[in-house]
């Protein structure tokens, strides 16, 4: 019994003296690798000269912590595209065979936006006033093709509806330059609403071998009029304000700070 007992000591110390020796050296590696981090620098962050590449943007936000922990929303931020507080920068056509178009900046913002009035305050209104019905298409474009920085994910942006059955489009540049059309929806409401439109798969916007020219660029929005919904002698309304989109800054953020500018 003495020896049952004797063993049964042992083998309890044994095992003990085991898992304190493997504590210890998890311990130990711990530290050094901590040490080690600490001695090349820490872990990547994005350096100064590498925000080069996004100025005359906006950046709106920082990733959420619950988002942080997600890879592939780490560097999603939204970004201000166009608010539409500088006159002459946008402007609007239509044929002639169906009506007269005009257009303005005029003063407005969505109630949504009021805590930033003092900086937006500005809305861009276009007027039509129908002849006759037909396949009337209205485009509302930037003096200059406004290029987003990054991967872009979804583009949102405000508009005023007054009820038509139209339908409201954006229209994108991929990244050689191919302009493509995107649905939002139909303008089936009353005021300002806040729509959104996911970037579709098939509009491409990167190649590995490419640096510069990745992402789309903003080349106008589109309204395509529904001909049973277009009244001659009846003047047509709408406001845009505040497109953003959201888009994956990653690569932008941590590019090397001696990478060379593929555009001369």
């Known amino acids: ?46 350096s100064e000269g590498q925000s080069e590449y996004l100025k005359g943007f906006k950046i709106l936000g920082e990733p959420t912590e619950s988002e942080i922990k997600d890879t592939a929303k780490q560097m999603i931020q939204p970004i201000l595209v ?26 407005g913002y969505p109630k949504a936006l009021a805590d930033i009035k003092d900086k937006n305050n500005k809305v861009f209104g276009v007027k039509v006033q129908f002849f006759k019905r037909g396949p009337a298409e209205i485009l509302v474009r930037p003096v200059r093709d406004i290029k987003i920085p990054g ?63 990745r992402g789309i660029s903003l080349s106008g929005i589109a309204i395509s009029c529904d001909m049973t919904d277009m009244v001659p002698g009846r003047t047509f309304y709408i406001y845009f304000d505040y497109i953003i989109a959201e888009t994956d800054l990653f690569v932008e953020k941590f590019r090397e700070v001696d990478d060379m500018v593929d555009a001369w």
């Open 82 to 107: 166009e608010d539409f507080e500088v006159p002459g920068d946008w402007e609007a056509r239509m044929s002639r065979d169906y009506g007269v178009i005009s257009f303005m900046t005029r003063d």
């Open 151 to 213: 991967i872009t994910k979804k583009i949102k942006f405000w508009v005023v509806g007054r009820n038509y059955t139209h339908t409201l489009k954006i229209l994108v540049k991929d990244y050689l330059g191919r302009e493509k059309e995107i649905t939002v929806g139909k303008l089936n409401f009353s005021g300002w609403k806040l729509v959104e439109v996911n970037i579709p798969d098939f509009i491409e916007q990167e190649d590995y071998k490419v640096s510069e020219e």
């Open 1 to 46: 019994m003495k020896k049952i007992l004797v063993l049964t000591m042992s083998f309890v110390l044994l095992v003990g003296g085991y898992s304190f020796a493997q504590q210890t050296n998890q311990t130990t590696n711990q530290t050094t690798n901590q040490q080690s981090i600490q001695q090349q620098g820490g872990s990547a962050q994005p």
